[in-house]
């Protein structure tokens, strides 16, 4: 399947496997449909099963956006507590797509936690609450962490939602990072678990042998190393001065924690002329990518890097920004250098990556998959020196062979029904979605959500409902309700309330508003306090309730 097949299959508004080799193109696909549902203004959840995965797409991790976090299990009391989030509940009354990156990464079982939250807050049964939901990446890449439990080794498609969901497989066929076609057949070899020995010949005669390009090979690492010292160490080895650079950061303060955690530029940045470099976000009219290598050749006269890239070009380096967004507004952003040192780097942290040159020791690959990301790094054969390799580093689970052969099948099924459907009517359905879930959108999000829930209120105050049943009706809590009410008396609604004077005890009320004349104006703490000092003690909720009566 093309990226372009791909594209259009999203755009009908089903859910959708995405899926393909590395460097097959899926963060481009990714990205040009999130920009597609941003200029129809539909509002869409981007994010990620990893951290550094989300800062691709200027996102956050699936578990922070969920609710979800470390849990491993979810009880009803949990889903309690996370729809009296008020800022979840408006997230989910927004969103009409979800997208989860790198889904190789997410167990099984967390894929149903998240399938059973958005149902919980959409109020419907449909899978993942009715949302368009969009799972990428490629089960032959790195697999869940596991910490000894038997059930966290299954992979995403064993969730009980994948066959519910119905999802559309959409395979990219084409290669965008290999340009050598026999090395490219070496990684379909991996793929397809039946590696010849003509291929296993070919990666033997790059053992301890130097990039042909003459270009200083990043050191790929299996295991945690402490890649960051050996980066330090190189680099306090060349005799020049040194510059630093320190990374900026604005927003909320959990968000932006979360982005330094996430982003592969550091913190602080320190750099020499004659530093080795790698570029850390993609950038193609500048002429980097996210795994360009370079070195330092000096700095301009802004104080910024100059970087000469493997092709010969020197590029000025300025700052970058990393954010994550949510309804079009800017939640976190940090500023810094797209660059890091790059004598070192993990595999872990290599993935989606594109290296002109890499040095690896994959003797002490442990999991299936582990070779094939390192592997399907570099573009070219020659691009990569090998210190060893054994039998794991060219192995790659064999379920997900099965599963594999599957999803090509579904995927050319889906091509197929694509071809038949036919200029006219795919545009009709891509309309009929975009009609549907961008309906409310055109105009300002804040206004959209705020005058929907507020109108949904002030028709159960006609009913004359208590504030216990709205609350449970809405499932939000009663301050919510109240901030609803507020709200209509700002906007000047006229409203029968007068019988909501029932939510408070005997002689509450009066002594509320006591206290409201006796403090004057009507600020919460100072009525709270009086009515405290007064040993007549209430609660915000009814000092707050009561104040809508003046």
């Known amino acids: 399947m093309t990226q372009q ?35 129809n203004h539909v509002e869409v959840a981007i994010t990620a099963s990893t951290g550094i995965a989300s800062t691709h797409l ?8 969920s609710g979800l976090g470390i849990k491993d299990r979810l009880t009803d009391a949990d889903i309690e507590d996370l729809m009296e989030k008020q800022y979840l509940y408006k997230r989910f009354e927004r969103t ?87 090395f490219l057949k070496i990684l379909n070899e991996i793929r397809s678990g039946r590696v010849s020995t003509d291929s296993v010949k070919a990666l033997t005669s790059r053992q301890n042998k130097d990039p042909e390009s003459g270009v200083l090979p990043t050191k790929l690492f299996t295991h945690n190393a402490d890649v960051d010292e050996i980066n330090h160490q190189h680099l306090d080895k060349i005799q020049a001065s040194e510059e630093e650079f320190k990374m900026t950061s604005r927003g909320q303060a959990n968000l932006v924690e979360s982005l ?23 950038n193609y009219e500048a002429g980097f990518v996210n795994g360009t290598l370079g070195v330092v050749t000096g700095f301009n006269t802004y104080g910024e890097p100059l970087v000469k890239v493997v092709n010969g070009r020197t590029i000025s380096v300025a700052p970058a920004s990393w954010k994550i967004e949510e309804e079009g507004k800017t939640k976190a952003e940090i500023n810094q250098l797209p660059l890091r040192l790059a004598w070192a780097i993990t595999v872990h942290k290599s993935q989606g990556m594109s290296l002109d040159a890499m040095e690896a020791d994959l003797s002490k690959s442990f999991a299936p998959g582990m070779g094939y990301v390192a592997l399907s790094r570099v573009r070219t054969l020659s691009g990569m020196k090998l210190l060893g390799f054994n039998d794991t580093a060219l192995r790659v689970h064999p379920e997900v062979l099965v599963f594999d052969v599957d999803v090509q099948e579904q995927s050319d099924n889906a091509v197929g029904g694509l071809e038949q459907m036919g200029v006219r009517e795919k545009a009709e359905k891509q309309k009929e979605f975009l009609e549907r879930v961008a309906e409310k959108s055109s105009k300002s999000v804040i206004f959209k959500d705020t005058r929907t829930t507020v109108e949904k209120t002030l028709d159960m105050i006609a009913d004359k409902k208590s504030l216990e049943e709205i609350a449970e009706e809405r499932g939000v809590k009663a301050e919510t309700i109240v901030s609803h009410l507020e709200t ?12 909501l004077q029932e939510e408070f005890a005997y002689g509450e009320f009066d002594r509320i508003m006591d206290a409201i004349e006796a403090t004057a104006p009507t600020p919460l703490v100072p009525i709270y306090d009086w009515l405290v000092k007064k040993k007549k003690k209430s609660t915000y909720l009814k000092i707050r309730l009561a104040r809508l009566f003046l």
């Open 5 to 39: 097949d791909a594209l259009d299959i999203l755009k009908c508004g089903g859910n959708v496997f995405l899926t393909g080799a590395a460097g097959s193109g899926k963060t481009y696909v990714l990205n040009e449909y999130i920009n597609y549902l941003k200029n």
């Open 58 to 65: 200027n996102g956050m991790t699936i578990h922070a956006w």
């Open 96 to 182: 009409k797509v979800l997208i989860i990156d790198e889904i190789s990464m997410l167990h099984h079982y967390r894929l149903d936690m998240i399938d059973w939250i958005c149902r919980s807050f959409k109020r419907n049964e449909k899978p993942f609450g009715g949302l368009q939901i969009i799972l990428c990446g490629d089960f032959f890449q790195l697999p869940p962490i596991t910490r000894g439990d038997a059930l966290q080794n299954e992979f995403a498609y064993k969730a009980d939602v994948w066959e519910r969901a119905n999802f559309t497989m959409c395979y990219l066929s084409e290669n965008h990072r290999q340009t050598d076609d026999g």
């Open 260 to 282: 330094k955690k996430s982003c592969l530029a550091p913190e602080t940045l320190r750099l020499k002329e004659g530093a080795r470099v790698m570029f850390v976000k993609n």
């Open 488 to 499: 209509l008396v700002e906007q000047g609604q006229e409203m029968d309330i007068a019988y």
